[in-house]
């Protein structure tokens, strides 16, 4: 279908693509370069589920039309470097390609040859490579489907999207890693704001506290030692004996708290404050040029 409509394009006024492959490196040279013209991005729409395998490969390239992230629902990006035994054991496939390759160093070097062949070729990658069903995808009334940018996504998710991702072979300069880790970087700037400035404004209002906090436990303290007056062990305590180990506690003359040191509190949480807000808007800066470090391919995903 790609391929009909790079050679037909005046045939074709619009044409949708459902996690097939990026057929870019399949192009003559001047067909390539007619592609990265973007002659065909509004044309071509590329939707893709990073999940499958079919679906990554060749993501390395330039996109041919107009790429944009599916929200799958169902996707499961916990595979781990470390769980790749158990998940050679787990899928018969695999299991015997790994038998077959023992003597040559078992499916990571099957895997290591295939990557010499195509950097997006990995066992991980077959074994996920017909993993296709429409019936994953939620598409509203309009036939519009839910994209991945279009999700409000937590830091671990998106750490287990990552590590999917460079697991399966897909290069750090990719279109999908480019805009998981620009998100990452937003996403940890907004949780580390949100959970920074909630801290700092219970300390703000502990700070705001302290006065009468401070009055509150010594005339608690003065109470129960007026209470003691006269009783047991206490019979020769007097009023005036509490009234002096009260004005004792004070700090400075009718404060129990000294009122430079809470000043000085105030402005190490304005300084923190500011330090704060000034690292979330540097994170997020470096977001937003990370995203940018490659404009042909943030042109071409769905960033926001």
């Not at 990265?36 to 499958?52: E, F, H, P, Q």
Request: aromatic share 10%; glycine share 6%.
């Amino acid at each position: 279908m790609k391929y009909a409509t790079y050679k037909h394009p005046e045939l074709v006024e619009k044409a949708y693509s459902f996690e097939g492959p990026n057929i870019y490196p399949c192009l003559p040279k001047e067909g390539q370069k007619y592609v990265r013209s973007g002659a065909l991005n509004g044309k071509i729409m590329d939707y893709i589920n990073l999940t499958d395998g079919l679906a990554r490969l060749n993501r390395d390239e330039p996109a041919f039309g107009t790429q944009r992230i599916i929200y799958d629902a169902k996707a499961k990006f916990k595979m781990q470097p470390q769980e790749m035994a158990a998940y050679i054991t787990k899928h018969p496939i695999l299991s015997r390609l790994d038998q077959t390759y023992a003597k040559f160093g078992g499916i990571m070097a099957f895997d290591k040859g295939l990557k010499a062949i195509n950097p997006s070729l990995t066992y991980l990658m077959l074994s996920t490579f017909g993993d296709h069903s429409l019936d994953r995808y939620q598409f509203q009334a309009d036939g519009s489907m839910q994209l991945f940018s279009s999700q409000s996504w937590g830091v671990n998710d998106l750490e287990e999207m990552k590590n999917y991702l460079a697991f399966s072979g897909m290069n750090d300069y990719s279109a999908p890693l480019l805009l998981i880790r620009g998100e990452l970087l937003i996403s940890l700037a907004n949780r580390m704001e949100t959970e920074c400035m909630q801290v700092l404004k219970q300390l703000e209002q502990l700070l705001h506290d302290v006065p009468e906090t401070a009055q509150q436990v010594a005339n608690q303290a003065k109470h129960l030692f007026l209470g003691l007056v006269g009783y047991g062990t206490y019979h020769e305590l007097e009023d005036r004996d509490v009234e002096m180990f009260h004005q004792e506690l004070e700090r400075e003359p009718g404060r129990f708290y000294q009122k430079n040191e809470l000043e000085m509190a105030f402005d190490t949480l304005t300084w923190m404050k500011r330090q704060t807000m000034e690292f979330v808007d540097e994170t997020r800066q470096l977001a937003r040029e990370f995203l940018k470090l490659d404009e042909e391919l943030a042109r071409k995903i769905d960033l926001r």
